[in-house]
C-alpha cells in the first residue's frame, strides 16, 4: 500500500481563497492583532507569516513587537488595550513567552470575543459544553485534514496523542463532535504501539521526532501528523531538517493517507486563523456569515 499525501498547503489555500472572498463581502475590515514578546527566531518568522497572511486576505494587521524583558504587567496592558479597542476583531498571543510572564494571566486579560486561537478560559468552556464559540486553529485544522480523505468520521476509532491544552485535549473534543469514539494517550499510557494500531484516525501531538513508527500504524488508517520537529540534517551537516511526530516514510507504506511535515497541518492552522479572525468580526459587529464561510 502506498498511502495518498494529504496536502495541507493546497487545501489551506482553498480556505483562505474562501476567507478572502468572505472579506469583500463585508461592510468592514476585520482587523488582527498579534501579540509577541521576546526575539525568538521561529516566532519571528511565524508572526510575520500571520500578518502577512491576514492582509493578503484583504484583513487590517497589528503586529505589537515588545522586548524579553517586558515585564508581565506591561504586555498584559497591551492585551486589555487590544480588547478595548473597537476596531480590533481578533487578538492572537504568541506563545510560548518568556518565562517571568504568566501566560495564564495574559491569556486572561484578553477579550474571548477577540480570542481568535481559542485559549481562554470561556473559549474552552464553550468547546467542553459545544456552545458556540471559537476553536483552536490546530485542532479544527486537523479535523477538516482528517474529513478530507473520509468526509464522514461517525463511529472511527481516533487516537489522539498527547494531552495538551493547545492540541491534544482541544482536538479530542473536536474528533468527538465528528461521532468519533476518542482515546487520547499521554506518557502514562500503557502499550501505546498497541493502542496506535487500533485507531483509524491516529492524531500524534507529542513534540517527539519520528516517533511514531509504521508498524505502530493500522493499515488503512488516517494519520494527521501534528508534531513539528528540528533535527539535523543528514544531507547538509551543521543544518537543520523539520519532520513530524511520525515516520514519514515508513507510514506512507502503511496508512491510507498522511500528513506531510512541512505543509500538512502547519498551513491549515494559519488558514484557520485567517477564518476565526473573519467570524469573530461577524459575530462582534452583527454580520451575517458570508456565504463563502458557512459548509
Known sequence: MT???IDGTAIADAIVARVAEAVKALPAQPTLAVVLVGDDPASQIYVRSKLKDTEGAGMRSI???LPAETCEADVIAHVKTLSED???DGILVQLPMPKHIDENRVLAALDPAKDVDGLTDISAGRLVLGKQGLRPCTPVGSVILAKSVEKDLSGAHCVVLGRSILVGKPASLLFQYENCTVTMAHSRTRDLAALCRSADVLVPAIGKPEFVRGDWIKP???????GINRVPSIKNPGKTRIVGDVAYKEALEVARA????PGGVGPMTRACLLRNTVLAACAR???AVPDALNG
Open 258 to 261: 498522511v500528513t506531510p511535515v
Open 86 to 88: 473597537p476596531s480590533v
Open 220 to 226: 488503512g488508517a488516517i494519520v494527521i501528523d501534528v
Open 3 to 5: 498511502a495518498e499525501k
Open 285 to 287: 459587529r452583527g454580520f
Open 63 to 65: 503586529g505589537i513587537r
